[in-house]
């Protein structure tokens, strides 16, 4: 098939709008104002590991509740569609800690920015809300998230993506997030994250050979869970990401990718059409 130059004007053309609507990413209602949204904080070295947090989401989320021991906290275990809060056992030697495992409802959050339809998005009182009457079933959330937090419900007639809402339904009506009004120890607590940030940076000062240090103040750009603990946060699951956020950082490389690929493209049209019309010339000889 040969192609004149009208179509070939088309396809590159096409070709430019796609790459530049891939760059463009859905972004949080963050900033300055984040200092007044709903945020958690968890204290590792306050955790008895009771897991009232965990069975206060899965009764006030409709899940089902926890069966089987409740020493069982090092077996491997991950979020799942029905366990949205997670009490895990760190351990080596005579070294342990509890922590706990939910959605992070970070600042500028990658899974709503990897949503092409909005199902997720950022709510100015701090969660990150999901509604599945959008969601197309894509998960690219799942493959965007730097914390491996949304979940698939593979096993249902007409699944859906489930995580941590933050509880939104409860903050609407003036009610904390049912894991840390359950927290018997106050190692779990809720606030403005600007009251919260204070508060740990005040036991980080009280305390200095206490804590490894403050994890959710600007990691990933900032989340609303904030964590303190005694051990380092990569050995409880926490991992190493900068300060910048997964949108962010792709915002910075898009300007120096698409020109490259784009211009890829141009030259695979061009050598398509050159070849194409070489071959028709050689047929008409």
């Not at 799942?80 to 939910?102: M, N």
């Not at 491996?148 to 249902?156: C, K, M, N």
């Amino acid at each position: 098939m040969s192609l004149n130059r009208r179509q070939f004007i088309k396809l590159a053309g096409a070709g430019l709008g796609g790459l530049a609507l891939s760059g463009v990413g859905v972004h949080a209602s963050g900033g300055s104002s984040s200092d007044n949204a709903v945020a958690m904080l968890y204290d590792a070295t306050m955790c008895i590991g009771c897991r009232a947090c965990q069975n206060a989401c899965k009764d006030w989320n409709g899940n089902p509740p926890e069966t089987g021991p409740d020493g069982l906290y090092d077996e491997p275990r991950d979020l799942s569609a029905d366990c949205w809060t997670l009490i895990q056992l760190y351990q080596d030697g005579d070294t342990h800690s509890f922590v706990k495992h939910q959605c992070m409802h970070c600042l500028d959050p990658a899974c709503a920015s990897a949503c092409p339809v909005h199902a997720l998005e950022k709510t100015p009182e701090g969660p990150v809300t999901y509604d599945p009457k959008r969601c197309i079933g894509c998960r690219y959330c799942m493959v965007a998230c730097p914390f491996g937090v949304p979940r698939f419900e593979w096993d249902e007639t007409i699944p859906q993506v489930a995580k941590c809402t933050f509880c939104a339904d409860r903050l609407a009506v003036g009610d904390g997030p049912a894991c840390a009004e359950a927290c018997p120890t106050g190692a779990l607590i809720w606030g403005t994250r600007g009251q919260l940030l204070a508060e740990a940076q005040q036991r980080l000062a009280q305390n200095p050979g206490r804590y490894e240090g403050l994890y959710g103040d600007d990691e990933a750009g900032g989340t609303s869970v904030l964590y303190l603990s005694h051990v380092p946060f990569d050995k409880l699951g926490l991992p190493d990401l900068g300060s910048e956020s997964v949108p962010a950082l792709s915002n910075t490389l898009a300007p120096i990718l698409l020109p490259s690929i784009f211009l890829g493209g141009l030259a695979i049209l061009a050598s398509a059409h050159y070849l194409t019309g070489s071959q028709g010339k050689d047929k008409e000889e």
